[in-house]
Each structure stands twice: as C-alpha cells, then as structure tokens.
C-alpha cells in the first residue's frame, strides 16, 4: 500500500511538471515579430560588401554583382512590389546568386514573372518568394543575399541564406 501511494505521488508529480515544463517553452518562444522574421532566416557568414545605389537600379531590371566575391556572380533586383526579405524604401530590393544550385549553370532573369531561370536543366526560382524553386531539377532554393541600404542609398550585402553552388563551405579563401 505505502508503495503504491508513492508511486501515485510520483505519478502526479510527473505530470505536474510535464504540464508546466509545456507551458514554459510555449512562453519562451513568444517573441515580438521583428525578432521571429529576423531569425527566421540563418545567414552564411560572408563579409558585408557594396552592390550598388538606389539610383543605379530601374524596375524590374537585374543588375550584375559579385558576391561574396568575384568568382560568385548574381543579380540585384528592384522587384516594383514590397517582398519578404525585400531592402530599400520600397521593400523590394532583393539580390541572389545566379548559379544554379542543381549544376551550377549561369541563370537568367525573366521579368515577365521575376523568375530565375536555368538553361541547364529548367530548374525556375521565384524572386518574389525568396529565390523559393518552382519548378526543375534543383534541390534547394537559390542563396538570397541579405541586403541593407544605408542613408546615401548605398546598397549592402550582408550575407546568404543558402550555401553558393560550389563552394564547399561558408569561408571565403584569401
């Protein structure tokens, strides 16, 4: 009998905690949204670096940068319409790289829907949904380049949400 009253305390206790262990980590995720969207996206460590100005860029045009470095072509866009992700104003600035992550091939831009293509394999990547793959071979979406303006209107780099096709890691060889 004694042994059974412990083991219905242990019982209890047990789920007791269980309720309140639940209901801590429920509370500890809260956070205000900004800081939910901000670690939404895990940034690749790439050095900051300067794409271009605000001046230089015409709706729905790509703009040829490098980056993190030369050897790493992509594409600066003013999309014309606020995205998630987006930098500027206007919210609509975004940056990516145009090698393709299925095989490396050098994408195009089609303004008609702001995809990027690929002329490999056909893979296609939304620019308004965070280069978010729509359709091919590809088996990840394309590194977006967090971008950041400053109040000259100077436009930043500041990292990549994806690993750049070829590269072996997150650290830049110099």
Not at 46 to 53: C, T
Request: glycine share 12%.
């Amino acid at each position: 009998m004694k042994c059974n009253r412990l083991v219905d305390v242990g019982r209890r206790q047990f789920l007791r905690g269980g309720v309140l262990g639940v209901a801590g980590a429920a509370a500890a995720t809260v956070m205000p949204a900004g800081q939910a969207q901000a670690q939404a996206r895990a940034l690749l460590d790439y050095p900051s670096a300067r794409l271009g100005n605000l001046a230089d860029l015409v709706v729905n045009e790509p703009m040829d940068i490098a980056y993190p470095d030369a050897d790493s072509p992509g594409v600066l866009i003013k999309l014309g319409t606020a995205v998630e992700g987006g930098a500027g104003p206007d919210g609509d600035i975004v940056a990516y790289s145009v090698l393709c992550p299925h095989k490396g091939y050098y994408m195009s831009y089609h303004a008609a829907d702001k995809t990027l293509n690929c002329p490999g394999h056909f893979s296609r990547f939304d620019c308004e949904k965070g280069g978010q793959q729509i359709w091919g071979h590809a088996t990840q979406n394309l590194p977006q380049f967090a971008l950041r303006v400053d109040d000259k209107g100077d436009i930043f780099a500041e990292g990549a949400d994806e690993l750049i096709y070829g590269r072996l890691s997150n650290v830049l060889q110099g």
